[in-house]
């Protein structure tokens, strides 16, 4: 079944040049896709226009086999496929650890009870047991990138969408990550230049380039 497809799709920042012209994609269930490309090829973008954040020009996207066009139909997306962003210091916003992977839960109406379990849980998945209670600003650059996963993983969805998830870590992070990775039991897209991360973590991988996505061996 796909999940996400993406037809014909035109996007660019300005009218005068596009990123995009007839891009297509598509992500099936248990897919776990990997996308490298050139700074510039637009890896970024094609997760800003899968979750809303961006609109495209021409195209039709449709997720959960369903045309998705205005706001209302990408916060029910928002909902179910999690991005985590390239830029950990985008995604947290909280004081503390705990509040900023409390914050999905809550959004979803969750219970309190259920909220404090799932910080512990994923606290627990990500090896930061204790952390709770620590300011977020003050973290490592890797502690960053390891909470802004829990972020997205307290809220359960069902695809992730992960944008460079291992960029300028050390080799004991970056492990931790691949680690996480490769636990998850949902379909994701992971855009990244790092090769052997999308070798150990991906059974496909495209190169992003001129509006096209090639299958690539690595």
Known sequence: MNIIELKNITFGYSSKKNVFKGLNFVLKEG????????????????????????KPFNGEIKIFNK?????????????????????????????????????????????REEIYRTIKDTLFALGL???????????????????????????????FLLD???????????ERIINIINGLS???????HDMELLKKCTNTVYRLEDSRLRPISI
Do not use: C, H, W
């Open 31 to 54: 897919e776990r896709i990997g996308i490298t490309g050139p700074n510039g090829s637009g890896k970024t973008t094609l997760l800003y226009l899968i979750v809303g954040i961006l």
């Open 67 to 111: 045309i998705r066009k205005d706001e209302k139909d990408f916060r029910e997306v928002r909902e179910k496929i999690g991005l985590v962003f390239q830029n950990p210091d985008d995604q947290l916003f909280s004081l503390t650890v705990a509040e900023d992977i409390a914050f999905g839960p809550l959004n979803l109406g969750r219970p």
């Open 129 to 159: 047991e204790g952390f709770d209670n620590k300011i977020t600003y003050k973290l490592s650059e890797g502690e960053k990138k390891l909470v802004a996963i829990g972020t997205i993983l307290s809220m359960r969805p069902q695809v």
């Open 164 to 174: 460079e998830p291992t960029a300028d870590l050390d080799e004991k992070n970056r």
């Open 186 to 192: 949902t379909s994701y897209v992971i855009t990244s």
